[in-house]
């Protein structure tokens, strides 16, 4: 079936760092996949999707490609902010759009 | 524009209890789906609704039932409580759409069972 897989955290950064999340996914047919965000005490937010092969989801400076010969959907921004600490979940929806199946998540912390 | 609105945000329950959790969908928006988030975990699909029907259903026992109204709002009831039921449960709405399934996400209810 379905599955998503993320990288484990969590992941410690300093403010300005680069960041990369590593997402990677199994389905059939053409999912559309998605990045979440969850801030603390909050519910989730869509961070930015891609619908099909080769398109690049970009919002509030994160950015991922849908790479379909890899599999893999991976989240990056260039200059994290201490803001940015939440937690992230790599999710897919199948072209029914019943479900949508998420990743574990990855917790990241941005020190000051 | 409301968004996605859940009710109530905590509970206290003890094993053997019945829940229901409610959910109103974000305006303009005609399906409702429900997840429950273990602490530490990804959101696992429970069902979804549409036009008052259960469209699809994840791997959930059948203790779990839902309901959706005339109005696209939603319920959602747990019977015969278990300790392995507490979780956040999350509602989210989105649109029929054959292409992709963006959902918004309400703010969840926290259940817990003693």
């Known amino acids: 079936g379905n599955s998503v897989t993320q990288m484990e955290g969590p992941v410690t950064l300093s403010e300005e760092a680069f960041l990369t999340i590593n997402c990677t996914y199994t389905?059939?047919?053409?999912?559309?996949l998605f990045w979440y965000v969850q801030y603390p005490g909050e519910g989730l937010q869509l961070l930015l999707k891609?619908?099909?092969?080769?398109d690049k989801g970009s919002n509030k400076g994160f950015e991922a490609t849908y790479r379909k010969e890899t599999t893999s959907f991976h989240l990056e921004k260039g200059s994290v902010q201490v803001s940015d600490s939440a937690v992230y979940f790599c999710?897919?929806?199948?072209?029914?759009?019943?479900?949508?199946?998420f990743g574990a998540g990855t917790r990241l912390f941005v020190k000051a | 524009d409301a968004g996605v609105t859940q009710s109530p945000t905590h509970l206290i329950k003890t094993r053997g209890q019945q829940v229901t959790l409610r959910c109103s969908p974000k305006?303009?928006?005609?399906?409702v789906s429900w997840y429950q988030q273990a602490l530490g975990q990804g959101p696992q699909f429970i069902f979804q609704?549409?036009?008052?029907?259960?469209?699809q259903r994840g791997n959930f026992p059948d203790r779990f039932s839902g309901h959706q109204f005339p109005n696209y709002s939603s319920e959602l009831n747990v019977n015969a409580l278990l300790l392995g039921d507490s979780a956040l449960y999350l509602c989210?709405?989105?649109?029929?759409?054959?292409?992709?399934?963006?959902?918004?996400f309400g703010p969840g209810t926290r259940l817990t069972v003693l």
């Open positions: 989210a709405s989105s649109l029929v759409d054959r292409v992709y399934n963006e959902q918004f």
């Open positions: 389905a059939t047919g053409y999912p559309s």
């Open positions: 891609a619908t099909k092969a080769d």
């Open positions: 999710a897919l929806s199948d072209s029914g759009g019943f479900k949508t199946i």
């Open positions: 305006s303009g928006h005609d399906t």
């Open positions: 609704y549409y036009e008052e029907e259960e469209r």
